[in-house]
């Protein structure tokens, strides 16, 4: 939420990521292209089976490379941080670059948080499960002062260490190269490309992936999780990579979170006294599963438990996962003074102008805006296209005005 992936959590790391003159970050032009600065040695940084001066990226996040397609949306908000910062320091020439640099960061971060709990959360956790729960509204105009200093907007060892996790089940094995007509060029295997980024670089390869992220569709919210990341999980060289699925549940452990019936009672939901009790909840095929696994119902895993439940009314994730996850976000959104919607303090406020104008952000326009020749995109990016979310150019979807940035003088 505060995009440190792309600004980094420290000012040492930070620093090194600015290009010290007009707000820019640095980057790196090659093959057709704006790229993130490279490492210094690839077999470091990424992995040993690529020769040293391969490409390999340096961001906020040390995890850039690691997902081929979350590299892709890394440089996607690497670009619009700099598109930004060029129009602001036109607009505003006698702002220095580290007046820049801070208010653009601020324009992004701002985007980015209306991005994730207008567009993408209420996919995930359901649009009315959010409304009830104050963590977003409907139709929002102006402020939104729900600050609360008495909450903490970190993050819930729950939360992160189990129920986010479960939507690692909507991975897909294959990466989806697409033409602008949105025809096949050619598929990707994940396994391939773990911490090998080389391939974004090849012609046409960067729009193709941005493209498939819009139009390929997700996997099954379930139980079931791609052998791409339970069997191959960062191979390598290697035949047979690490399973996704077991370190989730090993990481749980080495973090001591309570057991699945203690997060269930936590949220009000029912609590089984025993393994029958999870009934209506969870399937009787995977009760007896369970029954095989555990001694008691009290040792379920929270990892495992929560990931057996059948989806709450307009989720893709069971109760307690639900439950644990609209904390969160509601934690997130009132416990932080900067939050994109508050508007208590003028000093760190935008204008009702500015904010009325973030809110016109979308991730199909940071996909159009970034990508090196995309020209259309359905105006929802995270829903597949249909009769109601046609392709439509790239021109007339809705932009935030930068113009309104322009100080009076």
């Known amino acids: 939420m505060d995009l440190s992936l792309v600004y980094a959590v420290n000012d040492t790391q930070a620093k090194l990521l600015r290009e010290g003159e007009g707000g820019r970050l640095v980057t790196e032009r090659r093959n057709g292209g704006v790229w993130p600065p490279q490492a210094a040695n690839a077999q470091e940084s990424c992995t040993r089976a690529i020769p040293a001066n391969d490409t390999c990226y340096v961001a906020g996040d040390s995890r850039v490379n690691q997902n081929t397609e979350l590299t892709v949306l890394q440089i996607v908000l690497l670009k619009e941080h700099n598109r930004i910062a060029g129009i602001l320091s036109k607009l505003n020439r006698l702002w220095d670059d580290e007046r820049i640099y801070q208010e653009t960061r601020r324009i992004l971060i701002a985007i980015c948080q209306h991005i994730n709990y207008y567009e993408l959360l209420p996919i995930l956790l359901g649009r009315d499960n959010m409304l009830e729960k104050k963590i977003i509204y409907k139709n929002p105009t102006g402020y939104i002062n729900d600050y ?31 033409k602008e007509n949105r025809n096949l060029e050619r ?54 990579g690490d399973d996704l699925r077991a370190t989730d549940i090993q990481r749980g452990r080495d973090h001591r979170l309570a057991g699945y019936v203690a997060l269930r009672r936590y949220c009000g939901l029912s609590e089984p006294k025993n393994f029958d009790d999870l009934s209506g909840d969870i399937s009787e095929s995977n009760i007896k599963a369970l029954k095989s696994l555990y001694k008691s119902v009290y040792d379920i895993d929270l990892t495992v438990g929560g990931v057996l439940e059948e989806h709450a009314p307009g989720a893709l994730l069971g109760p307690t996962y639900l439950c644990i996850s609209l904390i969160q976000f509601y934690n997130i959104r009132v416990g932080d003074r900067f939050f994109y919607e508050n508007g208590e303090n003028k000093n760190i406020a935008f204008t009702p102008a500015q ?55």
């Open 187 to 240: 598929v990707l295997r994940l396994s391939d490309w773990f911490n090998r980024p080389s391939v974004i670089e090849e012609r046409g390869t960067f729009d193709g992936l941005a493209r498939g992220l819009t139009y390929q569709p997700e996997d099954k919210a379930d139980q079931y999780f791609d052998k791409e990341i339970t069997q191959y999980l960062f191979r390598d060289n290697r035949t047979k």
């Open 355 to 409: 904010l009325a104008t973030i809110r016109k952000g979308s991730m199909a326009r940071l996909i159009c805006d970034n990508g090196i020749n995309i020209k259309r995109m359905q105006p929802r990016a995270f829903e597949l296209v249909s009769s109601d979310n046609k392709i439509v150019s790239c021109q007339t979807l809705p932009s935030v005005d930068l113009s309104l940035w322009k100080e009076s003088k």
């Open 148 to 178: 609360n200093p008495k909450i903490s907007a970190s993050i819930i060892n729950e939360f992160a260490t189990a129920a986010y996790r479960y939507f690692h089940t909507l991975i897909r094995g294959r990466l989806d190269v697409l």
